[in-house]
């Protein structure tokens, strides 16, 4: 089964307008950090957010925050006042804490994030 | 370095022959990963180091795939007699942290692409 879903392999946003991107999980440990990644066409992953199982509050950074909902197991990503330095490939992961490796994370497929103007 | 230097960018090889592949990791960071990512999909984890030695080699594809680490810096990344399957990129990422738990940031180099023919 996939531990991590992301169900739109691609989005269009305006610039300047919040967009979603959706991402659910599957885990049966109670101790676990949800991640998002942006990776541009460089390649290079870049961190942009992180939630823990525990923590009450979304997590947010910036423009990015993360919309938690540990009941239905989602954990979307956010992204207000879009801009074209946006546009890239998003990544959700996961990391649970019984894995026995620290930050072994599980990825999504992705979401292709295309900015418009 | 800044950031994890991965080498070579770009690797195309003949189905049949070995490849290595080279992560230099930030300076001083202990916890070192291996990825892969095929075409449209989300990273699949390979190995893991903390200093020099592999606690998790859960990931590696086959007897085919084998990883070292020297002086708790670099790692190579070694495919022998490489398939076209093995066509990928593989990212190398490092961190500082020595356990588990928290927001314990991945850095991630842009990785290195390569196509077996």
């Known amino acids: 089964a996939q531990k991590i879903t992301q169900t739109q392999p691609g989005m269009f946003v305006q610039e300047k307008e919040a967009v979603t991107l959706d991402c659910t999980y599957d885990?049966?440990?109670?101790?676990?950090?949800l991640f998002w990644y942006k990776q541009p066409s460089s390649g290079e992953m870049i961190f942009l957010i992180y939630q823990g199982s525990y923590d009450q509050q979304n997590a947010t950074e910036g423009r990015y925050s993360l919309n938690f909902q540990k009941a239905r197991k989602s954990a979307n990503l956010v992204i207000s006042a879009s801009q074209l330095g946006d546009s890239a490939m998003y990544f959700c992961a996961m990391r649970e804490e019984n894995t026995g490796t620290a930050s072994k994370l599980t990825f999504g497929t992705g979401t292709r994030l295309q900015v418009t103007l | 370095g800044a950031g994890v230097s991965q080498s070579p960018s770009n690797k195309v090889t003949e189905k049949g022959k070995d490849v290595e592949l080279r992560c230099d990791p930030i300076s001083g960071h202990t916890a070192l990963y291996w990825y892969r990512q095929s075409l449209g999909q989300g990273l699949e984890f390979l190995i893991y180091f903390q200093g020099n030695s592999a606690p998790d080699k859960s990931g590696l594809p086959s007897d085919r795939f084998s990883a070292e680490r020297t002086g708790g810096s670099v790692s190579t990344l070694t495919i022998q007699r490489t398939q076209q399957e093995d066509s990928a990129v593989y990212l190398c990422?490092?961190?500082?942290?020595?356990?588990?738990?928290?927001?314990?940031?991945?850095?991630f180099g842009e990785g290195s692409r390569l196509t077996v023919l």
């Open positions: 885990t049966s440990d109670p101790s676990y950090g």
């Open positions: 990422a490092s961190s500082s942290s020595l356990t588990s738990g928290g927001a314990e940031e991945l850095f």
